[in-house]
């Protein structure tokens, strides 16, 4: 019977940096050592964790190292309840999220501060991981870079939908906006994974001023080329010669067959939790980021508010008066003339509709009263008898505006009645 293979060790380094354009690092990471082990090593197994703090001045710096003080206690706290691992790490969690969240609603210069945190258990072979925010956990195996987390971000979200690329992403001016983070809501989701390490493998956790700067490839490169400790200040160098605009923070870790002298290395200064004491003030409770970025309101100053009308109505001021200077007064007064003129014009047609029907009265009258009579014979007529149209009377008729029938249409009609009397 073999003996079995003796169980792998690790190597740790982890450093931070403000970056080429930020005076206040707010980025915060921690391994934990002898003082927070104690006994439970072989129970609780080895924590490493990153956070990225965001609030401005103090207040960012404040929530990065308030999230990795309390994980650190919660996680190797004296409580005896089992609980597995990523039970145990997400309980941790959420206890930062709270404290952070209750400090942020009860001090006014420290309102809405908040940060990220990826955070990592490991035991024996297996690794746990918990994370909020777009702070990434890393696995190099092989020569080859693999990013276990999930970013809760912005244009994460857009990737995910297919609505941009990766390599837009990376460039997008919303890359930096996060949908979840510690100590904006009094809840939060954390997510958590568990990864089977090989001997070899190398697991890095770092801020996004790492992983937005460097690309994968060199990631990669550096790590299997280096030992944590002058990997990760390799790495670091990087980014800054990228360009450095955020704060940048790497923790390597590297899992080994073989014992090695130190089981932890700490490369870079590691500054001990401090939070800023500040009078307690009554403020509200900070609201919860938006889903989708929202830009920025920009207040508009009381010159481009007032000024703008004012200038409009004094240049209409300015159009009237040259008008009155070269037309005159008379100019305005005959457009209110001529639209006021314009109604007594539909009046005049009213007026002439009366002597139209009196007259189309009077020529149906007379028209009726010379047609009464039936074609009729005259008595000097011959014997073949011609009889007399009645259209000159109609035409003499309709001729007359008052209707009254001419003597030389009713003769006739007369004298032949008497002739064919017996």
Same mark, same amino acid.
């Given at each position: %019977?073999g003996?079995?293979?003796?169980?792998?060790?690790?190597?740790?380094?982890?450093?931070?940096?403000p970056?080429?354009?930020?005076?206040?690092?707010?980025?915060?990471?921690r391994i *934990?050592?002898?003082?927070d082990?104690?006994d439970?090593?072989?129970?609780r197994g080895?924590?490493?964790?990153?956070?990225d703090?965001m609030?401005?001045?103090t207040?960012g710096?404040v929530?990065s190292?308030?999230?990795?003080?309390t994980?650190f206690?919660?996680y190797?706290?004296?409580?005896d309840?089992p609980m597995?691992?990523? %039970?145990?790490l997400e309980? #941790?969690v959420?206890?930062?999220?709270?404290?952070?969240y209750?400090?942020a609603?009860?001090r006014?210069s420290?309102a809405g %501060?908040?940060?990220?945190?990826?955070?990592?258990?490991?035991?024996?072979?297996?690794?746990t991981?918990?994370?909020?925010?777009d702070?990434?956990?890393y696995?190099?195996?092989?020569?080859i870079?693999q990013?276990?987390?999930?970013?809760?971000?912005?244009?994460a979200?857009?990737?995910?939908?297919g609505?941009l690329?990766?390599?837009?992403?990376?460039?997008? %001016?919303?890359?930096?906006?996060? +949908?979840r983070?510690l100590?904006?809501?009094?809840?939060i989701?954390?997510?958590?994974l568990e990864?089977?390490l090989?001997?070899?493998?190398?697991?890095?956790?770092?801020?996004d001023g790492?992983?937005?700067?460097?690309p994968?490839?060199?990631?990669?490169?550096?790590?299997?080329?280096?030992?944590?400790p002058e990997a990760v200040?390799?790495?670091?160098e990087?980014?800054n010669?990228?360009?450095?605009?955020?704060?940048?923070? #790497?923790?390597l870790?590297?899992?080994?067959?073989?014992?090695?002298?130190?089981?932890?290395v700490?490369a870079g200064?590691?500054?001990?939790?401090?939070?800023?004491q500040?009078?307690? #003030?009554?403020?509200?409770?900070?609201? #919860?980021?938006?889903?989708?970025?929202?830009?920025?309101r920009?207040s508009?100053?009381?010159?481009?508010?007032w000024?703008?009308p004012?200038a409009?109505?004094l240049?209409?001021s300015?159009?009237v008066?040259?008008?009155?200077?070269?037309?005159?007064?008379?100019v305005?007064?005959g457009?209110?003339i001529?639209?006021?003129?314009?109604?007594?014009?539909?009046v *005049?047609?009213t007026? +002439?509709?009366t002597?139209?029907?009196?007259?189309?009265?009077?020529?149906?009258?007379t028209?009726?009263?010379?047609?009464a009579?039936?074609?009729?014979w005259?008595a +000097?007529?011959?014997?073949t008898a011609t009889p007399?149209p009645t259209v000159?009377p109609?035409?003499?008729?309709?001729s +007359?505006?008052t209707g009254?029938p001419?003597?030389?249409?009713?003769?006739?009609?007369t004298?032949t009645?008497q002739?064919?009397?017996p």
């Amino acid at each position: %019977m073999g003996l079995a293979d003796p169980p792998p060790h690790l190597i740790a380094a982890g450093q931070t940096d403000p970056g080429q354009r930020r005076g206040l690092n707010e980025d915060a990471w921690r391994i *934990a050592d002898e003082s927070d082990l104690g006994d439970m090593l072989e129970e609780r197994g080895q924590l490493f964790a990153v956070a990225d703090g965001m609030g401005g001045h103090t207040a960012g710096e404040v929530a990065s190292e308030l999230a990795i003080e309390t994980l650190f206690a919660e996680y190797y706290g004296r409580d005896d309840a089992p609980m597995s691992p990523a %039970m145990r790490l997400e309980q #941790a969690v959420l206890k930062a999220n709270a404290r952070i969240y209750e400090q942020a609603g009860a001090r006014a210069s420290q309102a809405g %501060m908040g940060t990220t945190i990826v955070a990592a258990v490991a035991r024996g072979e297996w690794l746990t991981i918990a994370n909020v925010g777009d702070s990434r956990a890393y696995l190099v195996r092989n020569g080859i870079v693999q990013q276990l987390t999930h970013d809760h971000s912005w244009v994460a979200e857009q990737v995910t939908a297919g609505l941009l690329t990766e390599q837009e992403a990376q460039n997008h %001016m919303y890359r930096n906006v996060v +949908t979840r983070c510690l100590g904006h809501n009094a809840q939060i989701e954390v997510d958590t994974l568990e990864q089977v390490l090989e001997p070899g493998d190398a697991v890095l956790l770092c801020s996004d001023g790492l992983s937005n700067q460097v690309p994968e490839d060199e990631l990669a490169r550096v790590i299997a080329q280096q030992a944590p400790p002058e990997a990760v200040a390799e790495l670091i160098e990087l980014a800054n010669r990228y360009g450095g605009p955020d704060n940048i923070t #790497a923790l390597l870790i590297v899992l080994q067959a073989e014992p090695s002298e130190a089981v932890t290395v700490v490369a870079g200064p590691r500054p001990e939790p401090q939070v800023v004491q500040v009078p307690p #003030a009554k403020v509200a409770t900070p609201a #919860a980021p938006p889903e989708k970025p929202v830009p920025a309101r920009r207040s508009v100053s009381p010159l481009l508010k007032w000024g703008v009308p004012l200038a409009l109505v004094l240049f209409a001021s300015c159009i009237v008066g040259i008008a009155l200077t070269v037309w005159g007064p008379e100019v305005l007064q005959g457009w209110f003339i001529t639209s006021t003129a314009t109604p007594t014009v539909e009046v *005049a047609p009213t007026a +002439t509709e009366t002597p139209d029907a009196t007259a189309t009265a009077a020529a149906t009258a007379t028209a009726t009263a010379t047609a009464a009579p039936s074609p009729t014979w005259t008595a +000097t007529a011959p014997p073949t008898a011609t009889p007399t149209p009645t259209v000159t009377p109609t035409s003499t008729a309709t001729s +007359t505006p008052t209707g009254t029938p001419t003597p030389t249409s009713t003769p006739l009609p007369t004298t032949t009645l008497q002739i064919a009397g017996p």
